[in-house]
């Protein structure tokens, strides 16, 4: 979201709602205000008055789709990987379903390959809208040469499989770097301990000094469970590329190697990891990352999302979204509510009934 807030603090009003504490949080962060469920998000609503309701994950369309519907305003989502991947599991996935479809969203954006996966959901095609990841190409784009060093970065959770880094760690005597983002990251540093700390593991740092953390490697590789599948087209991966990293991403699904570009290498075993970042990476690839990280800049495509909140309520209107990442897991049935009675009033007109 941080990416996305700072493209857009500067030509609208923004109010950031969530209803959970971050699991790290940065230093520096763009004011927001913490809720504890539906009524008080409505209460946001109706004082802040916005015109837009804008959303982050798939899932959050059954509470935007109830808000939209009771302050009668247009709301947006952007999606990001693991919860288009895991749409089918979810037991409430019709429900995301209907309110996706419904009149009040405008817009939903996606990766290309995740707007084929929404298709065969059911989501209908005149709503989404490709999107590539979000990343401010200008912040880390360095042509300069890069120092000796593997990086890795991500959230320490199973879906990310941080134990193949360690095995590469083992299997190579170059310096390897985890920059491990909360959750999990006590029991992994026990767990590289146990291995004999084949790698070298760091607490995040703040986003500002990332390029830095990529400008002292010359590989990123990225590791992933391929049992989960869970994960998608990580920020890391072109942030990497237009810092002049070489990329070296598991081949879990076909759609990496659009991902890619062109710029990194796919594996299928960490074990084939050592006999790519032994060698320097291709300048060919080096000059094709550069170029195809540009797909993933924010001040390139924020106006894939401002063209749709302006296309609905009409560009002589002010326009103060709120931007809510509403991650309901608790209060899911009070949450749907709205919807299911919503579906059933439908289903009603349709047959010519009445009835609550």
């Known amino acids: 979201m941080l990416n996305e807030v700072e493209a857009l603090k500067d030509n609208y009003d923004l ?12 230093r520096e962060h763009h004011p927001f205000q913490q809720i504890s469920g ?3 998000l409505h209460a946001v609503i109706q004082q802040f008055k916005p015109d837009v309701l804008h959303g982050h994950y798939i899932y959050t369309a059954p509470t935007l ?15 990001h990987s693991f919860d288009v991947l895991n749409l089918q599991h979810m037991t409430y996935g019709s429900l995301v379903r209907v309110a996706a479809n419904s009149d009040s969203c405008i817009g939903i954006l996606a ?16 709503k989404l809208h490709p999107c590539w990841p979000v990343m401010k190409f200008s912040r880390f784009y360095d042509r300069s040469d890069n120092r000796p060093g593997v990086l890795n970065i991500g959230a320490c959770i199973p879906k990310k499989r941080l134990e193949d880094f360690v095995e590469l760690g083992k299997l190579t005597s170059q310096r390897l770097n985890l920059y491990s983002i909360g959750f999990n990251t006590d029991a992994f540093l026990k767990f590289n ?20 953390v990529y400008k002292a490697h010359n590989w990123l590789v990225y590791t992933a469970c391929p049992t989960r599948n869970t994960v998608g087209w990580s920020m890391a991966v072109p942030e990497a590329q237009a810092a002049g990293l070489g990329i070296c991403f598991p081949n879990i699904r076909p759609d990496i190697q659009e991902f890619l570009g062109g710029a990194g290498f796919t594996y299928n075993s960490i074990h084939e990891v050592p006999d790519i970042i032994k060698e320097p990476y291709p300048q060919e690839m080096r000059e094709i990352g550069f170029e195809h990280a540009k797909k993933s800049d924010i001040d390139r495509h924020i106006h894939i999302l401002t063209d749709l909140w302006e ?8 326009i103060n979204p709120v931007i809510n990442n509403f991650i309901f897991y608790s209060r899911l049935r009070s949450t749907l509510l709205p919807v299911k009675n919503q579906l059933r009033k439908a289903k009603n007109l349709a047959r010519g009934t009445t009835g609550s």
């Open 311 to 318: 296309s609905a309520i009409g560009k002589q209107q002010k």
């Open 15 to 26: 109010l950031v709602v969530t209803p959970y504490k971050a699991d790290l949080a940065c």
């Open 111 to 126: 990766f290309p390959y995740a707007c084929k996966l929404l298709t065969k959901y059911g989501i209908r095609q005149n």
């Open 38 to 40: 539906d009524e008080e």
């Open 193 to 212: 301990s146990d291995n004999g700390s084949p790698i070298n593991i760091h607490r995040a740092v703040e986003p500002q000094e990332m390029p830095l």
């Open 65 to 79: 789709a109830a808000a939209a519907e009771k302050f009668s305003i247009p709301f947006t989502i952007r999606t």
